[in-house]
């Protein structure tokens, strides 16, 4: 944490939750109105989906909070002249323009870590689900048949391969999970990770063609970007295993879902386990719905009490910290870079 010059005075400060409504009602943010109340923040709840809607609320912040993916573009930045920092209810900061950011001084906050357990159980959830047919046989059971032994042929994870997208937060306990509660071997794909990291893990590093030609399942957990956007299309799926399985966590245009769809008619993939979507919410025709080797969740994964606390928590610690005690905390910038434009006081 560093002790910055970042503001004057102590006049009454101002923060406004531009999308609110994405996590529910008010009544979820007890935690951020108490905390920072405490410290005689004014705090201002707002329902944006649009720019103008979102420069209009928040003209006089110091801060906004994005609990979805408002767009927070350059135009938004450069429109609040006030703001200060920008803090996302999350992982992912693709919504928002971190060069138009550093280029403002505008602080962006994220929340590594905040989900790390839910996210490991919703993506192992997904393949347990698809490898034990639980969607297909709860589904014919209602419909009033008894399809014992019937649907996809299981495998034993002891004999399959986990391959992961990514070696970061989540990534790395459910590598654990894995290789040590179901005795897969593990493989990853991350050219941003260390060796000594893999090692440590106990898990291979390969490139990404090995991940797609090698593994049995391929779990996503990487943001979002210029390098993941649409990493997985027909190129990718026609060098997977016709018997692999493909589970997303992360964002929905990681996958090129025009071509997932035609990879799971051609039998090029046999399964996908499916949180996230290149158009949320799902559109009402889309093929993947009519699927009974696709599991769909609502972009749930991080969803759960002791995440959503944390979120809540984390929220008015970063506010706190940077309006009250003029400190930014390092490790949740996702634009590091910016840094660099504060006057560090020691």
């Given amino acids: 944490m560093l002790k910055i010059d970042l503001l004057g005075g102590n006049k009454m400060r101002k923060v406004v939750i531009v999308d609110y409504v994405y996590l529910g009602g008010l009544e979820l ?31 006089d912040a110091d801060i906004i909070l994005c609990c979805g993916n408002p767009p927070i573009t350059r135009k938004v930045i450069s429109s609040l002249e006030k703001c200060i920092a920008v803090i996302r209810y999350g992982i992912g900061v693709n919504s928002v323009d971190l060069e138009a950011a550093t280029e403002y001084n505008k602080i962006v906050y994220f929340m590594p870590g905040f989900c790390i357990e839910e996210l490991v159980l919703h993506a192992t959830a997904l393949i347990l689900n698809l490898l034990r047919n639980v969607n297909y046989f709860d589904s014919s059971i209602r419909a009033g048949n008894w399809p014992k032994a019937k649907g996809y042929m299981p495998r034993r994870l002891s004999n399959l391969v986990l391959g992961l997208y990514g070696f970061g937060g989540s990534a790395r306990p459910m590598a654990t999970l894995f290789k040590e509660g179901f005795k897969s071997k593990v493989i990853a794909c991350d050219p941003y990770v260390s060796d000594q990291v893999y090692e440590d893990y106990g898990v291979e590093k390969v490139s990404f063609n090995e991940l797609l030609n090698k593994s049995d399942i391929i779990s996503i957990h990487v943001p979002l970007n210029k390098e993941t956007h649409h990493i997985f299309n027909k190129e990718a799926f026609s060098k997977m295993k016709n018997t692999s399985m493909i589970v997303n ?27 996230v979507f290149e158009k ?33 928590l984390t929220a008015a610690r970063l506010v706190i910290s940077t309006l009250v005690d003029k400190k930014i905390v390092i490790e949740n910038v996702a634009n590091k870079d910016v840094l660099n434009k504060f006057k560090l006081l020691y």
């Fill in 280 to 312: 949320e919410p799902i559109d009402k025709n889309n093929e993947l719905l009519k699927m009974n080797n696709v599991v769909l969740t609502p972009h749930s994964a991080f969803y759960g009490e002791e995440s959503l606390q944390n979120q809540h």
């Fill in 249 to 275: 966590i992360a964002r929905g245009p990681i996958i090129n879902e025009e071509d997932l769809i035609e990879a799971l008619k051609q039998g090029q993939i046999k399964y996908a386990g499916l949180d």
């Fill in 29 to 59: 943010f007890k935690a951020e109105k108490e905390h920072l109340e405490e410290h005689g923040i004014d705090l201002v709840f707002a329902d944006c989906k649009t720019e103008e809607q979102i420069i209009n609320a928040a003209s």
